[in-house]
């Protein structure tokens, strides 16, 4: 009996303890370097980037206007593979907010290590942490900057 109890203790623990960002490697650059790298090379229309462990993926348009998906080394800033994308595979949803300016908006509002930012449908869609390290996903939107802190309902 006491072992169910302590099972059911260990469960609701699992589920009700705030989840961190499981990108976090230290000594990894942050999101706007990364940003911004990329805006040097000619990628100036960004769709997406996440951090998944020691590599960025960004979902980008060429100069040739097409969609790339891009593996870049997050230490380095080193882009070090590139696949195509079928045009048909994703939608782009202009707004006057570019990324970068949508990521200062997240750090100005307290939050920092950004890993995952993606444009959906007019609005910025950022996982970041807080300043307690505890992972927040936020919603900045693309046309005003006004920057929304997403709950389950939204």
Do not use: R
Not at 55 to 68: L, S
Not at 81 to 88: G, L, R, T
Not at 103 to 110: I, L
């Amino acid at each position: 009996m006491i072992n169910f109890i302590l099972g059911i203790i260990a469960n609701l623990l699992i589920f009700f303890t705030p989840a961190y960002a499981d990108s976090t490697s230290h000594g990894s650059l942050e999101t706007p370097e990364v940003i911004i790298h990329l805006q040097e090379q000619g990628y100036t229309s960004i769709e997406e980037i996440v951090l998944n462990h020691d590599c960025y993926e960004a979902i980008v348009i060429t100069a040739e206007n097409k969609i790339t998906k891009l593996f870049i080394d997050a230490e380095t800033n080193e882009i070090y593979d590139s696949k195509p994308i079928a045009k048909n595979s994703i939608k782009f949803h202009p707004a006057k907010l570019t990324m970068l300016e949508a990521v200062k908006k997240v750090e100005e509002a307290g939050y920092h290590h950004i890993y995952h930012i993606e444009l959906i449908d007019g609005k910025y869609e950022v996982k970041a942490l807080y300043k307690n390290e505890v992972s927040t996903e936020l919603n900045v939107d693309g046309n005003t900057g006004v920057l929304k802190k997403k709950w389950w309902f939204n």
